[in-house]
Nanobody, 122 residues
Framework: QVQLVESGGGLVQAGGSLRLSCAAS????????MGWFRQAPGKEREFVAA????????FYADSVKGRFTISRDNAKNTVYLQMNSLKPEDTAVYYC???????????????WGQGSLVTVSS
């Protein structure tokens, strides 16, 4: 079972940037795809971005395409989410997941970490 710890969230003004990190342990990190998801207050958790095990393929939700970038460092067992041009509607708790069910959008099947809160003020 993989353990995930998200970090890097905070309060930022609209138009600003943040970088989230997800540190994984307990399993061979480089052998599986990773995904970022988010859950806004009163809403269901939704897919944000995914990256293949090698990092050569990425996939984004339409709502973040062109603003967010997912990447990974297999040597550090960490996946990142660079978020630029943030909007108030990006406010949510952001989670990573290491067991993805392929689809459009992908779904997270594995254990969730505690998440990292991102708040974007207008």
């Amino acid at each position: 079972q993989v353990q995930l710890v998200e970090s890097g969230g905070g309060l930022v003004q609209a138009g600003g940037s943040l970088r989230l990190s997800c540190a994984a342990s307990g399993r061979t990190f480089r052998s599986y795809a990773m995904g970022w998801f988010r859950q806004a207050p009163g809403k269901e958790r939704e897919f944000v971005a995914a990256i293949s095990w090698s990092g050569s393929s990425t996939f984004y939700a339409d709502s973040v395409k062109g603003r967010f970038t997912i990447s990974r460092d297999n040597a550090k067992n960490t996946v990142y989410l660079q978020m630029n041009s943030l909007k108030p509607e990006d406010t949510a708790v952001y989670y990573c997941n290491a067991d993805l069910l392929p689809g459009n959008p992908p779904r997270g099947l594995g254990a969730w970490g505690q998440g990292s809160l991102v708040t974007v003020s207008s």
